[in-house]
């Protein structure tokens, strides 16, 4: 079957010959192969959908369009089942940490990026730059339209590049524009692509021949083996000649045992038997003759008939009965029907719904002014949300629901982005503030007497102004509320590089006393918006996935007081089971030094004092005692009005030195540090 197309092999495979179907594997399991283990990043996982596939493949034949791409086609059945199993495990948005050894030097980092990127991503860049296929083929394997390739092809480019050049400033490598693609020894560009990323780089995977032999063998089993009709006698008949030349009268012949024939099948050639009329047609050699005429008697006519007619009656019970046909409902639309939202850097669309049974999110898709989302959306069983930039004016979107049973619902509301309000500044007077006067000293104070000394009475300062600041009774601009739910690999309570985002994480906006006020779900790049919030406080309140636990807290409060303001809240998220922090209590011993305390008073210079400057020398005696319980001795009291905050341990006697004499009143100002 070298030379046998692939919808010759396609029409072979719905006659049930399943050599048609082992030359299709051998045709294109290295490929896909290749395919699939980069999209899903586990080669022993690549071998099992592999081989589901396959299996799908003869059951799936009728519905194939007769000018399809079978290459496409394949690729298309591939990427459906590799995105089913990611879709299971929560992989969609990035692959985990690979247990396997991963390559060394430049093809180990690319590796990296590419499975920290989004799934649909890898997927176009894997079509698109590892995997020669025409423009029609990657639309099919993708499951998009032509004319969205370009711009998928750029999204896709650009989330690798990101994710790679985040991770070479946090090793500390080159990023992906100080790189010469062309003069790297040891890897090369699989398919030249204009623009092309370092993704093209990556070497292809090979299936060893023991796993792709038995990947055949299960396939071919699979099939369903072709009908064995029951044989009647007929008279012998003359073998067909593949030629177009006269044939000559040869002796008939009984029909051999039907054996499968490997060979293309030529086109049969009508031959007329030596004694009868009859024209014999050459028949597939797996599928006996049949008998030139058979006929049934009335009775099983009639038993077929009434068999037919039990059926039909069953399936209308059972379609009356057990078959769901409950459509599903849309529970809410964000912008509203009608509504308007202000343009902000990302706006979210969203449209929850619910099925009393289960809602396909493969099938279910997010339309917005005509061109199809979906794979840029965050789809679930019970919400579909996208968010990204969206110009100035009216805009249409539309979600499709599909659930499990087929029963389609189909929603189409308008909503209108209009320009964000412009801030007017508002301009406060600063509070004036009046330092206390001190009430002066008295003109002598005896040292060696021990007369307490006048305080002073300090002058109050003028009311502060609270603050908390006082609204105006119109808000002339709104506030927003934005952030990112990630993988906390190591669980730092950080976002880092390298970890990657959570799609499908609910948060609940909440007013200040926890009622809900607005609900989104993170995107397939983790972010969440809350936009158009007018002042006030509100509380972000961020669910527990299943199977995860918060290395965050799930609940911030947040006061919304700044005009135009966008407030970031990420929330990390972690699948291991939390270590606990052992608490410690640090102990410290008191540490005291033995040094004498010089005080010295300086009079005012712009006074004329005619006394002499004092000089205090206290030597303290401290050996060493709690702090709590020092209380200072002395006796004399210094000629300070102000009380020290703390006080040495000390021990000693002053002696004054001079007694002043003043002719006027200084005010003398001194820096005293009365703690060591």
Not at 58 to 73: D, T, Y
Not at 442 to 467: C, D, E, F, K, Y
Not at 490 to 518: F, K, M
Not at 567 to 577: P, S
């Amino acid at each position: 079957m070298a030379t046998v197309s692939d919808q010759q092999l396609i029409q072979h495979i719905q006659q049930g010959r399943r050599e048609a179907l082992a030359h299709l594997f051998d045709r294109y399991s290295a490929d896909l192969y290749d395919f699939l283990a980069r999209l899903v990043g586990d080669r022993d996982q690549a071998a099992i959908l592999l081989e589901e596939a396959f299996t799908r493949v003869p059951g799936a034949v009728a519905g194939l369009p007769a000018r399809e791409s079978v290459q496409g086609w394949l690729y298309s059945l591939a990427r459906e089942a590799g995105l089913t199993w990611l879709r299971q495990k929560g992989w969609l948005d990035a692959l985990p940490p690979s247990e396997e050894p991963s390559a060394a030097g430049l093809g180990g980092d690319i590796w990296k990026a590419a499975r920290a990127m989004p799934a649909f991503h890898r997927a176009i860049l894997i079509v698109e730059e590892l995997h020669a296929l025409s423009p029609t083929e990657k639309a099919r394997a993708l499951g998009v339209q032509r004319t969205d390739l370009p711009r998928l092809i750029d999204e896709a480019r650009k989330s690798f590049t990101r994710q790679f050049d985040a991770q070479a400033r946090a090793e500390g490598r080159p990023t992906s524009a100080q790189i010469d693609a062309d003069r790297i020894l040891g890897l090369r560009r699989r398919i030249p692509a204009h623009g092309g990323t370092l993704f093209g780089l990556l070497p292809l995977l090979v299936m060893p021949d023991s796993l792709t032999q038995s990947l055949r063998k299960k396939v071919v089993d699979a099939m369903a083996a072709p009908p064995i009709r029951a044989r009647v006698e007929t008279p012998p008949v003359a073998e067909a000649q593949p030629t177009t030349s006269p044939v000559p009268p040869v002796t008939p012949t009984p029909v051999a045992q039907p054996q499968p024939i490997p060979q293309p099948i030529p086109t049969p050639v009508p031959v007329a038997t030596t004694s009868t009329t009859t024209v014999t047609r050459r028949r597939p050699a797996f599928i006996p003759a049949e008998a030139p005429g058979c006929n049934l008697s009335s009775t099983a006519i009639a038993a077929l008939i009434g068999l037919a007619l039990a059926v039909l009656l069953v399936s209308c019970v059972y379609l009356l009965a057990f078959r769901d046909t409950t459509v599903p409902t849309v529970d809410r639309l964000d912008p509203p029907d009608g509504g308007s939202v202000a343009m902000a850097p990302l706006i979210t669309v969203l449209a929850s719904y619910h099925d009393d049974k289960s809602v396909d999110p493969a099938r279910t898709k997010l339309l917005i002014d005509g061109a199809d989302l979906s794979p840029l959306s965050s789809i679930s069983q019970n919400a579909a949300a996208y968010s990204g930039a969206l110009a100035l004016g009216p805009h249409t979107a539309t979600v499709s629901i599909i659930d499990a049973s087929g029963n389609k619902r189909e929603t189409t509301w308008r909503f209108t982005v209009i320009p964000a309000p412009t801030p007017t500044p508002t301009q406060t007077p600063l509070p004036t503030f009046v330092p206390p006067t001190l009430t002066p000293l008295p003109t002598s104070i005896p040292l060696a007497t021990s007369t307490p000394l006048p305080t002073h009475t300090p002058v109050p300062p003028s009311p502060v102004p609270s603050a908390t600041p006082v609204l105006p009774t119109s808000t002339p601009c709104s506030v927003g509320i934005s952030g990112k739910a990630y993988n906390d690999i190591n669980g730092n309570q950080a976002r880092d590089a390298g970890e990657p985002n959570l799609s499908g994480v609910v948060l609940n906006l909440q007013n200040s006393s926890g009622g809900t006020i607005s609900t989104a779900i993170s995107d397939s790049f983790g972010t969440y918006q809350f936009a158009g919030l007018p002042f006030g406080t509100y509380r972000v309140q961020a669910a527990l996935p299943s199977g995860w636990y918060a290395t965050t807290p799930q609940i911030v409060t947040v006061n919304m007081f700044g005009c135009g303001a966008f407030l970031g809240i990420d929330f990390g998220f972690n699948q291991a089971t939390p270590t606990p922090i052992p608490s410690f209590t640090p102990t410290f011993t008191p540490i005291f030094t033995q040094t004498p305390i010089i005080i010295t008073a300086t009079p005012n210079p712009s006074a004329t004092p005619s006394f002499t400057p004092i000089i205090i020398v206290v030597t303290p005696t401290n050996t060493n005692p709690p702090p709590s319980t020092n209380t200072p001795t002395s006796t004399t009291a210094p000629t300070n009005t102000r009380t020290p905050t703390c006080a040495p341990t000390a021990t000693g006697t002053v002696t004054p030195t001079a007694t002043p004499t003043r002719t006027s009143t200084p005010t003398p100002t001194s820096t005293v540090n009365h703690c060591p």
